[in-house]
């Protein structure tokens, strides 16, 4: 009895835990979620619910009036002009570059002909065979089921 209570206090504490360490893997700059598909997860930004993916939430990419989701802001993912978006950092480590609307930005995963946003480079989330864009991988964002699902960082508005 007592080893199946210390095993359910861990799987509650688990998502808070890793929310720290996330938090912690930014630096100076601002956690801003999992870049993940998965709508259950915590701090998913596909959780509509929850702190980083809510259409309310200061810290939301889906909030239209924060720095993070504004069509307007240097720092947003909305902004096809966005010259400091969001950055995506790998459960590896691995940079993945930045999660913009700006087709021009050599980082931006919307660039098609950039190292992030090709479609063939094994850096990018845009690429369905590289361990970051597979559908089936557990550090892909396209992967609703992935357990090591990319965070976010932001710059300070």
């Known amino acids: 009895m007592k080893q199946k209570t210390i095993l359910l206090a861990a799987a509650l504490a688990l998502p808070f835990i890793q929310s720290t360490a996330s938090a912690q893997s930014c630096g100076d700059g601002v956690f801003l979620g999992r870049l993940s598909s998965n ?17 309310y939430s ?3 990419i889906e909030n239209p009036y924060s720095p993070y989701g504004s069509a307007y802001s240097p720092t947003s993912v909305a902004n096809p002009y966005a010259t400091a978006a969001p950055k995506i ?6 940079y993945l570059g930045r999660l ?4 021009y930005d050599p980082d931006s995963v ?29 550090m892909s964002p396209n992967n609703p089921y992935a357990t090591q699902a ?8």
């Open 39 to 55: 709508p259950y997860q915590p701090d998913s930004t596909a959780n509509a619910f929850g702190t980083y993916g809510s259409a």
């Open 58 to 60: 200061s810290t939301s």
């Open 89 to 94: 950092i790998a459960a590896d480590g691995q």
């Open 100 to 103: 913009s609307a700006n087709p």
């Open 110 to 138: 919307s660039n098609p002909y950039g190292k992030y946003g090709s479609p063939y480079s094994p850096t990018s989330i845009n690429n369905p065979y590289s361990q970051y864009g597979s559908p089936y991988s557990p």
């Open 150 to 157: 990319p965070i976010l960082c932001g710059d300070e508005d």
